[in-house]
């Protein structure tokens, strides 16, 4: 049986990469003594599938983890409060359900995510809220991305799907819904990175702090939470 996790990785946790956050979970489900299956072949390794990587130095309240178990008598809540009760801080499960069969693993249905970026406004000029509004609806919004052998410039403005700014006594807080997934990834970085050039800043990405809301999959033209699937 699998089950989908939906979880927080805050605070320090930030500065641990992917890899090391399978590892921790690995080393969790141990302590917790769930009855998790493992691939077959000369190195088995536990079947966990993170759906969306984040991007080291960002947080998240809304990352996801499917973990396939052996048949087991044991409760949704159950499992929750045990690997709540063996995760370090920062990390902490807030929903968890058993899958159908017929549902695809997170890493294949991922087709949105949702970010909040807080940028401090010491640098900014008393324009920028005007100026964001402009670059977001820009017809057009090309970049430069980079490949191993050459770059490209590349149009963006249908990957970003919705965005909205507010602000707090610190911060402008810009708010983004961009396409994610094997198919169509766009990194919130990339996006700021362009806001900045527009603003005619320098961008430096320990600067802002990236925040990832949710993680969304594409159902009948909806943008729905992995949670909800």
């Given at each position: 049986?699998?089950?989908?996790?939906?979880?927080?990785?805050?605070?320090?946790?930030?500065?641990?990469?992917h890899?090391?956050?399978?590892?921790?979970?690995?080393?969790?489900?141990?302590?917790?003594?769930?009855?998790?299956?493992?691939?077959?072949?000369?190195?088995?390794?536990?079947?966990?599938?993170?759906?969306?990587?984040?991007?080291?130095?960002?947080?998240?309240?809304?990352?996801?983890?499917?973990?396939?178990?052996?048949?087991?008598?044991?409760?949704?809540?159950?499992?929750?409060?045990r690997?709540?009760?063996?995760?370090?801080?920062?990390?902490?499960?807030k929903?968890?359900?058993?899958?159908?069969?017929?549902?695809?693993?997170?890493?294949?249905?991922?087709?949105?995510?949702?970010?909040?970026?807080?940028?401090?406004?010491e640098?900014?000029?008393?324009?920028?809220?005007?100026?964001?509004?402009?670059?977001?609806?820009?017809?057009?919004?090309?970049?430069?991305?980079?490949?191993?052998k050459?770059?490209?410039?590349?149009?963006?403005?249908?990957?970003?799907?919705?965005?909205?700014?507010?602000?707090?006594?610190?911060?402008?807080?810009?708010?983004?819904?961009?396409?994610?997934?094997?198919?169509?990834?766009?990194?919130?970085?990339?996006v700021?990175?362009?806001?900045?050039?527009?603003?005619?800043?320098?961008?430096?990405?320990?600067?802002?702090d990236?925040?990832?809301?949710?993680?969304?999959?594409?159902?009948?033209?909806?943008?729905?939470?992995?949670?909800?699937?």
């Amino acid at each position: 049986m699998k089950v989908r996790i939906k979880f927080t990785k805050e605070g320090n946790l930030k500065f641990i990469g992917h890899l090391d956050l399978l590892r921790l979970f690995q080393r969790s489900i141990k302590k917790a003594e769930l009855p998790v299956e493992y691939s077959k072949g000369f190195n088995p390794h536990q079947l966990l599938f993170i759906a969306l990587p984040l991007s080291l130095g960002t947080t998240s309240e809304g990352e996801y983890i499917d973990i396939e178990l052996k048949d087991f008598p044991i409760s949704e809540l159950e499992i929750k409060d045990r690997l709540n009760s063996v995760f370090p801080q920062g990390l902490k499960v807030k929903e968890l359900k058993f899958l159908k069969e017929n549902i695809k693993n997170g890493m294949a249905a991922v087709d949105g995510a949702e970010y909040d970026i807080y940028i401090s406004k010491e640098k900014l000029s008393d324009h920028f809220y005007q100026k964001t509004k402009e670059f977001f609806e820009q017809k057009e919004i090309w970049v430069e991305k980079r490949g191993k052998k050459e770059s490209k410039k590349i149009n963006i403005k249908d990957k970003i799907f919705d965005y909205s700014i507010r602000e707090n006594k610190d911060s402008w807080i810009i708010n983004l819904l961009l396409s994610a997934g094997s198919k169509d990834n766009l990194k919130a970085e990339i996006v700021i990175k362009a806001l900045y050039e527009y603003n005619l800043l320098d961008f430096k990405e320990y600067e802002i702090d990236i925040h990832r809301i949710d993680i969304f999959s594409r159902i009948d033209n909806q943008l729905i939470p992995l949670s909800n699937i």
